[in-house]
T-cell receptor, first 117, second 111 residues
Framework: DQQVKQNSPSLSVQEGRISILNCDYT??????FLWYKKYPAEGPTFLIS?????DKNEDGRFTVFLNKSAKHLSLHIVPSQPGDSAVYFC????????????????FGQGTILTVHP | DGGITQSPKYLFRKEGQNVTLSCEQN?????MYWYRQDPGQGLRLIYY???????QKGDIAEGYSVSREKKESFPLTVTSAQKNPTAFYLC??????????FGPGTRLTVL
C-alpha cells in the first residue's frame, strides 16, 4: 500500500512560470512533510518541509502548502528556472505511539520536473 | 567537510554472491538509514539504526543485513537471498527530528 503518492510522473513548465508539484497521503499519523530534490545518480537533497500544525511554509522561490483535511500537500516553485529540472520527492514522517519519531521517512514515487528555457 | 561517503559508486555482482556496500559519515549523527530506489519508484527503507549496536528492519529488509559497530559506519550487505538486487542504494543520516542527509548512492548491478 502506497502511503505517500505523487500521481504525476512528470511535469513540464516554461522558465519563469509557476511549477506545482502535488502529493497525497493516507496515513493520519504523518505529522511532518518534506520535499527533496534529486538529480540522476546522486543522493536527494533537502528542499523544504512543513509541520502538520501549519498550512504553509515559504523559503525563497519555494512554498509548500498542506491541506490536512484533504491529506494533500503541494510544492510551488516561482519563478521556475532551468536549474530546477530534477526529480522531486515528497516524504512524510510519522510519530510513533510514544509521541516520538524514529526519523523514518516514507517517500512518494517522485515527479520529474522539466523547466524549458 | 562533513558529509556521507558511499563506496563504491558502481558495483557489479554475479548472481549468488554476497556484496557489501559501504556508508561512512563524519557528521556525528546517531541515526543512519539505508534506502533502495528503483526506476519509477520512491525510496524504500531497508534498515535503520538509531544508535550503535542497534538496528531495525525497514519495509523491505528481506535479503539484506547490516551492522552498526561504530557511530560513523553503517555497512549494508546484499545477500544471495535478495531476489532482485539491481537498484540504486542510498545511505542517509539523521540531521534533525525530520530531515535526513543523503550520501551520493551506489548503483548495484547483478550480472
Amino acid at each position: 500500500d502506497q502511503q505517500v503518492k505523487q500521481n504525476s510522473p512528470s511535469l513540464s513548465v516554461q522558465e519563469g512560470r509557476i511549477s506545482i508539484l502535488n502529493c497525497d497521503y493516507t496515513n493520519s499519523m504523518f505529522d511532518y512533510f518534506l520535499w527533496y530534490k534529486k538529480y540522476p545518480a546522486e543522493g536527494p537533497t533537502f528542499l523544504i518541509s512543513i509541520s502538520s500544525i501549519k498550512d504553509k511554509n515559504e523559503d525563497g522561490r519555494f512554498t509548500v502548502f498542506l491541506n490536512k483535511s484533504a491529506k494533500h500537500l503541494s510544492l510551488h516553485i516561482v519563478p521556475s528556472q532551468p536549474g530546477d529540472s530534477a526529480v522531486y520527492f515528497c516524504a512524510a514522517s510519522e510519530i510513533n505511539a510514544g509521541g516520538t519519531s524514529y526519523g523514518k521517512l516514507t517517500f512518494g514515487q517522485g515527479t520529474i520536473l522539466t523547466v524549458h528555457p | 567537510d562533513g558529509g556521507i561517503t558511499q563506496s563504491p559508486k558502481y558495483l557489479f555482482r554475479k548472481e549468488g554472491q554476497n556484496v557489501t556496500l559501504s556508508c561512512e559519515q563524519n557528521l556525528n549523527h546517531d541515526a543512519m538509514y539505508w534506502y533502495r530506489q528503483d526506476p519509477g519508484q520512491g525510496l524504500r527503507l531497508i534498515y535503520y539504526s538509531q544508535i550503535v549496536n542497534d538496528f531495525q528492519k525497514g519495509d523491505i529488509a528481506e535479503g539484506y543485513s547490516v551492522s552498526r559497530e561504530k557511530k560513523e559506519s553503517f555497512p549494508l550487505t546484499v545477500t544471495s537471498a535478495q531476489k532482485n538486487p539491481t537498484a540504486f542504494y542510498l545511505c542517509a543520516s539523521r540531521l534533525s527530528r525530520t530531515e535526513q542527509f543523503f550520501g551520493p548512492g551506489t548503483r548495484l548491478t547483478v550480472l
